[in-house]
């Protein structure tokens, strides 16, 4: 998979990784304007779990689950989603970074309900999200008990 940053492209492998023993998880927000994001990952022992909420001011949101791999920084999952009283399922890519993470985008097919990023595209940075305290996001989801 190819990863561009600014004017620079990566080359990520696309291929299965192989089972990462890197344990860590978190909460990320983006804020433009009245527009938010939340993230709440978790990845331990090759697999990669959590939450996704895209907020958009007076526009129709998207809340759902992650679920998927990673290996070292990158992150893969499948978003299972509501948006529009529809369930649907988009492939995403993050970056993991010191204090943040980054998600990234590409040219996607779409068949039926079901969106994946085009094989041996470069995926570009959407949007980069701040590292955030769970509990202080107020979404009662990712408040841990």
């Known amino acids: 998979m190819l990863f561009r940053s600014n004017t620079s ?12 023993t890197l344990t860590r ?14 993230l709440q990952i978790s990845l331990q022992n090759g697999k990669a779990t959590g939450k996704f909420y895209w907020l958009p001011d ?15 920084d990158t992150i893969r ?27 990234l985008y590409g040219p996607i097919v779409v068949s039926g309900t079901k969106m ?5 595209k470069p995926l570009q940075v959407a949007i980069r999200m701040g590292k955030a305290d769970c509990a202080a996001l107020q979404i009662p989801e990712f408040i841990s008990k």
């Open 58 to 72: 007076q526009k129709d949101r998207a809340n759902g689950v992650l679920d998927g791999t990673y290996a070292g």
């Open 25 to 38: 998880s978190g909460c990320f927000v983006h804020a433009l304007n009245r527009d938010s994001t939340f």
């Open 116 to 120: 994946t990023l085009q094989k041996d």
């Open 9 to 20: 492209t990566t080359d990520a492998s696309n291929s299965a990784p192989a089972a990462d």
């Open 77 to 103: 999952v499948n978003y299972h989603y509501m948006i529009e009283g529809s369930y649907q399922d988009e492939e995403k890519v993050f970056v993991w970074e010191k204090d943040s993470i980054s998600v």
